[in-house]
Nanobody, 122 residues
Framework: HVPLVESWGGLLQAGGFLRLSCAAS????????MGWYCQAPEKQRELVATIVSGGSTNYADFVKGRFTIFRDNAKNTVYLQMDSLKPEDTAVYCCHADVTLYGTGIRLRNFWGQGSQVTVSS
C-alpha cells in the first residue's frame, strides 16, 4: 500500500493561480511516474500532467503553457502549479502514482490520492 496525500484545492477567480501537492508516504519504493488527473461533473476523467523519475513531463493540450508539474525527489512529492486558471478548469484533481517496491522489483501502477476540488469562477 502506497498512500498518496494531496493538498486541499480551492475556490478562486478566473486568471488566478493555485499550487497542488501530492506526497507519497513511505520509503520502501521508488516512483516511476506521478501525475494528476481531473474529473469535472458528468465528464470523463482526463490526464492533466505527468512526470517520470528522470524529470520528463507530459501535459494535456488544454493546460499547456498554463500548468507546470515538478517534483521534490527527497520528499517523494510532486507539485502542480496552476496559473491563468479558467472556469473550465473546475474539477476534482486526483494524484496518481506508479511505483516499484524495493527488494522485490514489483511494479504497482495504480495508486490514487483522495482528490481535491478546484473551483474557478468567471
Amino acid at each position: 500500500h502506497v498512500p498518496l496525500v494531496e493538498s486541499w484545492g480551492g475556490l478562486l477567480q478566473a486568471g488566478g493561480f493555485l499550487r497542488l501537492s501530492c506526497a507519497a508516504s513511505g520509503s520502501m519504493f521508488s516512483i516511476n511516474v506521478m501525475g494528476w488527473y481531473c474529473q469535472a461533473p458528468e465528464k470523463q476523467r482526463e490526464l492533466v500532467a505527468t512526470i517520470v523519475s528522470g524529470g520528463s513531463t507530459n501535459y494535456a493540450d488544454f493546460v499547456k503553457g498554463r500548468f507546470t508539474i515538478f517534483r521534490d525527489n527527497a520528499k517523494n512529492t510532486v507539485y502542480l502549479q496552476m496559473d491563468s486558471l479558467k472556469p473550465e478548469d473546475t474539477a476534482v484533481y486526483c494524484c496518481h502514482a506508479d511505483v516499484t517496491l524495493y527488494g522485490t522489483g514489483i511494479r504497482l501502477r495504480n495508486f490514487w490520492g483522495q482528490g481535491s476540488q478546484v473551483t474557478v469562477s468567471s
